[in-house]
Structure formats: C-alpha cells, structure tokens
C-alpha cells in the first residue's frame, strides 16, 4: 500500500508542476502586455517608458527564467516591481493584484472559505439526494415511479445553470423572500448567519446537479442487481433493503465516489455562476472580475493554478480512496 501511496504522490506532485508551467507560459505568452495598463496610468506612455516598466516587473526575461522566477517566489517569496513600486511578497507568493496592490496569496486566503463552503454544501446536497434518487429508482425498475424520476431528472438536467440560479435568486429571495438574503458573511463573525446566506446556493448547485448523479446510480444499481452474488443473496432469503443497501449499493459506490471526487475538485476550482448570481466573494467570482479590462494577469493566474492544484489533489485522494476500496487498484 506504501509503494502504491508514494507512486500517486509523485506522479500528482508531476502533474502539478506540468500544469503550473502550462498556466504560467499561456498568459505570460499571451497577447496582452501586463505592463501596458501600468504604463498608460503613470501618464503619457512612450516606448522607452513602456520597455523600463517591461525590465521592473521581469517581462523581458525568457519564459523558463520567469517561470523560474516565479516558483521560487511560492517557496521562499520575492520582491515583485510593478511600475515603479516595489513590494516584499512573502511566500508563498502568487504576485502582486494590477488591481488593488495586494498580494494575490492573502486575497486568494479571504476567498477560499466561502468557496470551499459552497462546494462542500452543494456537494453533499447533490451527492446524497442524487444516490436516494438513484437507489430508489433501480429498486423500481421498470415502474411508473421509475419513468417519473428519469423523466423530471432528464427535466432539471435540461434547465441551464446559470437561469436555475437567476430565477431561484430572483423570486426565492428578492420577490417571495422565501430564503433570507444570499451572500457570505464570516463564519467568525455570525455562523447562523453564514449558513442562511449560503443555504440557496447550496441547494440550487446540489439540485441541478443531482439529476446527473441519479441516473449513474440507477444504472450502476440496475447492473449490479443483475449479479450472481445479489440472486444468490436473495436466494439465501435476506432482506430486500439488506440486499439493497448492504449488497448492491456497496459494489456499485465505488465509481460513483470517483466521479463525486473529480467533480468536487472541479468546484473547489470556482463555482463561477453561484458566486456571481448570488454574491458570494469566492475564487470564481474573483477570477471572472479580473478579466474585465484591464486585465489583472497575477489574479487570472493564481485562480487558475489554485484551480488546476485543487483538481489533482481531489484526482490524488480520489486515487487513494480507491485504492482502499478495491485492493485490484494497488496490485495494478
């Protein structure tokens, strides 16, 4: 189990170091100049000005030395130029926002909480509703009740996101005041109230994303109720719901747990429109702000690194939860 532990974290930490580069070298590559905005908000923006700012902030250097340059300020920090003010970054260093003059690591720190609570919430909501749904639907295969929850799933499933967001905000919150105003509010601060604001949110992500969830249960129920070991189960006389839950349910988890991890990792990158539609200061909101022009390069890199990171990692202990349920994956 050591050697196949040892082998994920490896090839995850590879992985991570691959997609570090391939995000830093497409923005730092990329078309638009990060000098440029600096350079016209100090006045008229000559040439030689505009080549000056380039040299400060490291522009001028070839992609392997900034990148370089950029790794050593997460281990260890650095001093980072932009324009003509120099700032001391402490590791682990991200940069310093075009925005506001802040460092891009203690921003992203203030926007990983609501983020996280969000992804955890909506998560779970559709994770376990999604598996009901899914149990019971394959229990009654063939029903009227069957055909009743495929067809609504296949319903919710053809409702856009982002308007299942809009219309819940819109008339759950603003018109019938159903749910209390949505946002996050610190947890230090008024846990009750944190929980209220973030409970809509929750329950739409887990809602629109339950249909999914449901239906590859059901087939992984229907599949696995076909079995020998589940016919000789029965023959044995044991219970329907023993049969079920203890039998069927536990062979059939484990590819549902898999995709529940990589989808978590995916929302731990940023709940892009649950953020934005219900105002929630998170890591996706974050990231789609800084595209607007000008655009703030170090944000749209870090929300992208954090994102690819978060995706191995979930991937990383996806592997190893897998691993503990099925010995086959540590002999391969």
């Known amino acids: 189990?050591?050697?196949?532990?040892?082998?994920?974290?490896?090839?995850?930490?590879?992985?991570?170091?691959?997609?570090?580069?391939?995000?830093?070298?497409?923005?730092?590559?990329?078309?638009?100049?990060?000098?440029?905005?600096?350079?016209?908000?100090?006045?008229?923006?000559?040439?030689?000005?505009?080549?000056?700012i380039e040299h400060n902030m490291g522009l001028d250097k070839?992609?392997?030395?900034?990148?370089?340059?950029?790794?050593?300020?997460?281990?260890?920090?650095?001093?980072?130029?932009?324009?003509?003010?120099?700032?001391?970054?402490?590791?682990?260093?991200?940069?310093?926002?075009?925005?506001?003059?802040?460092?891009?690591?203690?921003?992203?720190?203030?926007?990983?909480?609501?983020?996280?609570?969000?992804?955890?919430?909506?998560s779970l909501t559709y994770l376990i509703l999604g598996v009901l749904i899914g149990v019971f639907a394959a229990s009654k295969r063939g029903t009227i009740a069957d055909r009743l929850l495929v067809s609504g799933s296949l319903l919710v499933s053809s409702v856009p996101y982002y308007l299942m967001c809009l219309l819940a905000w819109i008339y759950l919150t603003q018109q019938w005041s159903i749910f209390p105003e949505t946002g996050y509010f610190p947890i230090t601060e008024n846990p009750f109230k944190t929980f209220t604001g973030l409970l809509l949110p929750c329950l739409v992500l887990g809602i629109a994303s339950a249909p999914a969830y449901a239906r590859f249960t059901r087939g992984q129920m229907v599949e696995t109720l076909g079995d020998d070991y589940i016919r000789t189960a029965k023959a044995k006389g044991l219970p329907?719901?023993?049969?079920?839950?203890?039998?069927?349910?536990?062979?059939?988890?484990?590819?549902?747990?898999?995709?529940?991890?990589?989808?978590?990792?995916?929302l731990l990158g940023g709940t892009i429109f649950t953020e934005f539609i219900f105002d929630i200061d998170g890591i996706g909101r974050w990231g789609l702000l800084a595209l607007r022009a000008p655009l703030d390069l170090p944000v749209i890199t870090a929300t992208v690194l954090v994102g690819s990171l978060l995706i191995v990692i979930s991937n990383l202990l996806v592997d190893l939860t897998y691993g503990f349920l099925d010995p086959r994956v540590r002999l391969g």
Do not use: W
Request: proline content about 5%.
């Open 1 to 52: 189990m050591l050697g196949f532990v040892v082998r994920r974290l490896m090839s995850s930490l590879l992985v991570i170091l691959l997609a570090s580069f391939v995000v830093f070298a497409i923005f730092y590559l990329g078309p638009s100049n990060p000098a440029k905005p600096v350079c016209d908000a100090q006045g008229k923006c000559t040439p030689e000005r505009l080549a000056a």
């Open 62 to 122: 070839n992609v392997f030395e900034a990148y370089g340059t950029f790794m050593k300020g997460v281990v260890a920090g650095r001093e980072v130029t932009v324009g003509s003010k120099q700032y001391d970054c402490a590791a682990p260093c991200l940069g310093i926002s075009f925005a506001n003059g802040q460092e891009v690591t203690s921003e992203l720190k203030k926007r990983l909480v609501p983020t996280l609570l969000v992804a955890i919430g909506g």
């Open 240 to 266: 329907g719901h023993s049969v079920l839950t203890k039998h069927a349910l536990r062979a059939a988890i484990v590819p549902i747990i898999t995709i529940f991890g990589l989808d978590f990792g995916v």
